[in-house]
């Protein structure tokens, strides 16, 4: 493979416009220079990149798929053509990757926690004691509950404390307990041996537990686990041992559990729905994440840092925050919390043009009232969580209903997996 041709550099400003394109690009992609002055970047190289964050992107140019590199030059950004798709040929580029060693590429392989403490956004005092305490308790192998509201972070800080302990170089790995079927918790827990039961994977399947082996296992929503196995999970809590499902000998495990709950643990123990010895092995270390009600004083930081990101994502240029849209932004009591203005947030930068970010842009549709999100319908502003649940549960009915009871024609209508309906319907204890 021989690279002879210059496929040339263009040339960008810091709003991401273009300032210069050299004569071997024009000539290569038979453009003229006066047409792509002053054009957005992402117009001219299309595709899904980040030149924030990356040295070497993937785009295409005139429908030709291209190699670019791409280089800070003071408040100048050059992107390079390295290769373009007909200069080289495929199959040598497959020799190339397979030549490389597979152990270098496990090293530089990324992390899979995507968050540390310094990228959680808020300099209020509720948020830095819970991460003061979160970063003290990272380096002990204990069990972490992570308590709060849905839609405050809980995953963030799970990975944070992770990425912050000895075994950051080791798997996180992230289980919903509500999304998985009561049937299927075995086996997605535990694994399977090969031939273990109809459907089986012929080689069979390690669980989550052996998947986090020397990592983290984080579990999701861990309120949502059905009572007669939450057993099974204290078992791994107090033997650290695992066995396939079909297999006859215990592996051991060596992982941290970090668990994550949007309700009261201790109420719905005093109710007979959790064990009582399973909160006690969880309950070492609860820590509350506060909601965005108790930290009014990110709500704005946290507008600017998602403004940025979508700025970056929408090739926007949004700069300020107008003074109305910052006051309902403080005062609006965020029953989603930081979720909730993130889905605010980019509403908004779907539709805005200028470098102000207004409430109008929020509220673009005049069936909502720029007031207030419940509009005018006279009912309490219901939580996120319960309008989901309200709604889940209605159409759940209906379709069973219209199914005469056949689950797996109901499913079809509400055009889910029949297993996601075997959970919902175990969630919200229908029958």
Known sequence: MTLT????????DDQGKIIDVCRHFCESFSMKKNELLGESINKIIQGTF????KKIIFGKICGFRCLISVTKRNQYTVYRVIVREDDVDRDEIVAFLHSLDSR???KKKPQQNKYRFTQIIGESPAINLVKDIAAKIATSDST?????????GKEVFAQAIHGLSSRKNNPFVAVNCAAIPEELFESEFFGYEAGAFSGAKKEGKPGKFELAQHGTLFLDEISELPYQLQGKLLRVLQEREVERVGGTESKNVDIRIIVATNRDLSTLVDEGKFRQDLFYRLFVFNITIPSLRERKEDILLLARHFIDVFNHRFDRHVKFIDTNLQEWLVNYDWPGNVRELKAYIERGMNIVEGDTLTLDHLFFSRRVSTTHPAASSGHPLLSLEEAIRNAEIAAIKSALKKANGDRTLAAQKLKIHFTSLYRKMAKYNLK
Not at 144 to 152: F, M, R
């Open 5 to 12: 041709k210059n496929r040339g550099i263009i040339e960008v």
């Open 50 to 53: 980040s030149s924030n964050h």
């Open 104 to 106: 270098e590429m496990k």
């Open 144 to 152: 972490v509950l992570l308590s709060g509201e849905s839609g405050t």
